[in-house]
């Protein structure tokens, strides 16, 4: 999977080579570049933002460095097989949920735009949409100052689905949202701490009955805490 970031903050992206994606990084599995988007502005003070047409606050980043932006990471997609997603994490766009990342991990080309101000020029993405298939995402129901935040989380629960990626693919499966529940409660030794035991169930070696208590505390963690994922 090759992944692109453009952003004015590059140094924001350090995380990349750590934890997890550092080590898909390092593996093969993903080939992730960072760009900075002043690499893409040919004036003496690499500006990329501008005011707003129609007044307000605030300044509007410019389309011509994105548009270079955009040619330099696309180009080499012309002749790809499918084209290159390009997501545009804002706080107006489709909210970001596990079923989204499972689709974007099957994705051979991811592209993230991190808007900085009060967001990118609009025709960037109308641009983009010509040539890639762009996906306006949001973290989550609040606003940050730009989408780097975002990306970051976007990555990590992205590419921890590439198959190779997590040591034990069985953890994925059992995870909050893999299955639409929240995860179940969970315990290690020492089976009695500070006078708070581990559930009998979980050392009877009864598998059967294990399974059941856990799916049961998901199903009633979900409906005390997000009933919204047992609608519909
Ligand atoms: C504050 N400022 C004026 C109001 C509009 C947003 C702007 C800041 N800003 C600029 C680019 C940009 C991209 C994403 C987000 C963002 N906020 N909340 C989310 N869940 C986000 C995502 N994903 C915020 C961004």
């Excluded at 040591?167 to 969970?186: C, F, K, Q, T």
Aim: net charge negative; glycine share 10%.
């Amino acid at each position: 999977m090759r992944i692109d970031v453009v952003t004015i903050f590059p140094d924001f992206f350090s995380v990349l080579d750590v934890s997890l994606l550092g080590r898909a990084r390092q593996s093969g599995l993903v080939d992730a570049r960072v760009h900075d988007l002043r690499a893409f502005t040919h004036d003496r003070h690499r500006t990329v933002d501008d005011t707003p047409y129609g007044g307000g606050a605030g300044m509007v980043m410019k389309p011509e460095p994105w548009g270079e932006a955009f040619d330099a990471v696309l180009g080499t997609d012309a002749s790809a097989q499918t084209p290159a997603t390009v997501v545009f994490p804002s706080p107006a766009g489709e909210r970001f949920t596990q079923a989204i990342a499972h689709e974007l991990a099957e994705a051979p080309h991811l592209v993230f735009a991190c808007g900085r101000y009060e967001g990118i020029d609009s025709r960037v993405a109308e641009h983009v949409a010509t040539r890639a298939t762009v996906r306006e995402l949001s973290l989550g129901d609040y606003v940050l100052n730009g989408g780097e935040v975002a990306v970051v989380a976007m990555l990590e629960a992205i590419t921890r689905l590439v198959p190779g990626m997590v040591g034990n693919p069985e953890s994925i499966v059992e995870e909050s949202h893999a299955d639409g529940l929240l995860e179940y409660p969970i315990y290690t030794k020492p089976a009695t701490w500070r006078g708070l035991d581990v559930p009998d169930v979980l050392r009877s070696g009864d598998h059967g009955k294990v399974a059941a208590w856990r799916r049961e505390q998901a199903i009633e963690r979900t409906r005390r805490v997000r009933p919204d994922l047992l609608e519909g």
